[in-house]
């Protein structure tokens, strides 16, 4: 049983003071990006107004996604809550880009689980491989592209989009910095101008102090109930890019001939607008969180990664355990120390999109959001948790010692 968790938690504070400092200032760089933004596009509080129905000449909504085409530093983006998720977003995304027999390629490896079914990698009768769409992976080596591979599918293969997924999912490897996504781009670019670079951003944004969409790519996707969503977001997602790649997707999430210009806000622009605004300060908030579990978490012996005075792509920790019941233990008691549903207690179960049984953490205000703290991993070897999110670094703080007494506790 692990003592005196708090004096444990003050040391690995002390520990991460040069690592909290330059959060902060990630953190108000972006936080000054956020507001020059909102000035730019004279932001009132008429533009909280809500439209119904087909949504015609919404000036809030229009205002919102030129605001997060201007800091994810593209030429357009959509901004809608009618993408339900970030991989619904994705899944628009790839019906509006691809066409019957066209290709695929994945060269961060295999995608997040829940696109197994939208890609074709499992049986779907709705998914791109049942369109004709053909797809391609080419594993990562050593966690960086493997850049021969690349050249070899790109030269021989008429491939028409290349997903980067800058996140490490459920898998082991570590997430894909911003200087590895320009270096490839760049290396993609030079063999073939015409492929479309897209990257799924889902837990990356603002991170760092520079965006995605400023490396080379051509279309970025992330959900609201992450990063930029700043925990006020109920939901929705983005997809942020070339202007004629933005118009191909709204026309798949609305219909051909309207794109963007129908799809009512629903009143949700405030909440959009709101979390915007905050997100800076509660992403810092989150790699805070986990930087300190990292560190906290290496001191009582557990495999981390990455490790608390490492560079970070996103905003997810992985705490390597050594058993099963080590795993849903923490996660138990992350959900423990959550503002909601702190009494009840999370179990492996059959989640839907997934091929292992999955624990999952989320007393959060909005269901399934990941920018407030939570905590998954699949029932597999190894066991890894997968935490992300925290809206304040305090509740952050706290329940990482509730995590840490249950799984110590008998």
Request: one cysteine or more.
């Amino acid at each position: 049983m692990v003592k005196n968790i708090e004096n444990l938690i003050q040391d690995a504070e002390l520990t991460c003071a040069e690592q909290f400092r330059k959060i902060d200032q990630i953190s108000f760089t972006n936080a000054k990006k956020v507001l020059n933004a909102f000035h730019e596009q004279k932001i009132s509080e008429s533009d909280f107004a809500t439209t119904t129905g087909y949504g015609y000449n919404d000036v809030g909504r229009d205002k919102i996604e030129k605001i997060f085409s201007k800091i994810l530093g593209c030429e357009d983006a959509i901004v809608r809550n009618q993408f339900i998720s970030g991989s619904h977003a994705l899944t628009v995304t790839f019906f509006a880009l691809l066409r019957p027999n066209d290709t695929l390629l994945s060269i961060s490896g295999e995608p997040y689980d829940t696109l197994h079914e939208v890609i074709g990698i499992k049986d779907n009768p709705s998914s791109l491989k049942s369109f004709g769409i053909n797809y391609q992976q080419i594993d990562l080596i050593n966690n960086d592209f493997n850049y021969e591979e690349i050249k070899k599918v790109v030269t021989s293969s008429n491939i028409k989009v290349i997903e980067i997924q800058r996140s490490k999912g459920y898998s082991t490897r570590k997430s894909i910095t911003l200087d590895q996504v320009q270096k490839v781009v760049k290396f993609i670019k030079d063999i073939n101008q015409d492929i479309i670079i897209m990257v799924d951003n889902c837990y990356c944004e603002f991170v760092d102090v520079k965006e995605v969409g400023e490396c080379g790519v051509d279309i970025v996707v992330g959900s609201l109930i992450k990063n930029l969503g700043g925990g006020i977001a109920p939901n929705g997602a983005y997809v942020a890019g070339r202007h004629d790649l933005i118009e191909l997707v709204g026309e798949r999430l609305t219909l051909p001939g309207e794109g963007k210009e129908v799809g009512p806000s629903l009143g949700i622009n405030r909440s959009l607008l709101q979390g915007l605004y905050l997100a800076p300060s509660v992403v810092a908030a989150s790699l805070k969180i986990a930087t300190l579990t990292s560190c906290l978490m290496e001191k009582l012996g557990y495999e981390v990664e990455p490790k608390y005075n490492e560079e970070r792509a996103d905003i997810v920790q992985n705490i390597i355990f050594k058993s099963s019941e080590e795993l849903i233990k923490y996660v138990q008691g992350i959900q423990q120390g959550s503002p909601i549903d702190a009494h009840c207690i999370p179990y492996p179960w059959d989640m839907p999109g997934y091929s292992d049984q999955v624990i999952m953490a989320s007393g959060s205000f909005t269901q399934g959001s990941s920018i407030e703290i939570s905590c998954d991993g699949p029932i597999r070897e190894p066991y890894i948790a997968y935490q992300q999110g925290s809206l304040t670094y305090e509740m952050g703080k706290l329940a990482l010692i509730y995590a840490v007494k249950n799984m110590t506790t008998d």
